[in-house]
């Protein structure tokens, strides 16, 4: 038994390696877009507000696998071709960069307003305002809900089979129909399940160092 465990550790690297690799990259560039997104839904000016809003509602109405395959598949046909794994990121950074901008949205209009006024009497521009007053305190209040996203992310990175690419799942669904058993399929179960365990665990403590200043 440890033999054959043992034996399959090569190929489930290789999968982790992938998966943390869409996952990483995700997270990086659909946060800062997220923002983006969130100020764009707030604008005044509402043609942006409103092709905006129209992006969320496409990306949060149909399914991210719908949209790895659309990106991969579907856009060569006007032109746009690109390799599957940049395919696969633009879908994740899309499809992620939507929820959270809907959720930092919510952050931003939770934040009182006599904070954008007091900021105003101070001096202080727009700029300085949102960086130094509004996006810390929006993190704060929308950290528990970033957290619910980046467990889902983990568990999305599943998606990436669709275009072929080898993640930790597809590894071991290749290795259990190969050796007729469930074995690969538990030990992907028991990776996912430490994944899922550790961000839980960072964002715990990332939760009870802000709750220090309240």
Known sequence: ML???????????????I????????????????????????SKIKPI??????YIWVMRGTPLMLQIVFVFFGLPIVGLVFDRFTAVIIAFVLNYAAYFGEI???????????QHEAAKVLGLSPYRTFIRIILPQ??????PSIANE???LVKDTS??????IGELLRAGKIASNRDVSLIPLAIVGLI???????????FNKTEERYSYYE
Do not use: C, H, N
């Not at 033999?3 to 390696?17: A, F, N, W």
């Not at 930092?104 to 006599?114: L, V």
């Not at 929006?138 to 950290?143: A, N, P, Q, S, T």
């Open 49 to 54: 507000s409103k092709v905006v809003e129209l």
């Open 159 to 164: 998606l990436i089979y669709v275009v072929g």
């Open 150 to 152: 980046v467990i889902t």
């Open 104 to 114: 930092f949205r919510g952050g931003m209009e939770s934040i009182d307003k006599g």
């Open 138 to 143: 929006m993190f704060k209040i929308v950290l």
């Open 19 to 42: 998966t943390l690799g869409v996952f990483f990259i995700t997270l990086v560039l659909s946060i800062p877009l997220g923002i983006i997104v969130a100020i764009g839904r707030l």
């Open 3 to 17: 033999g054959y465990v043992y034996s399959l550790m090569p190929v489930m690297i290789d999968g982790l390696t």
């Open 192 to 202: 996912y399940l430490a994944l899922t365990a550790i961000f839980t665990g960072i």
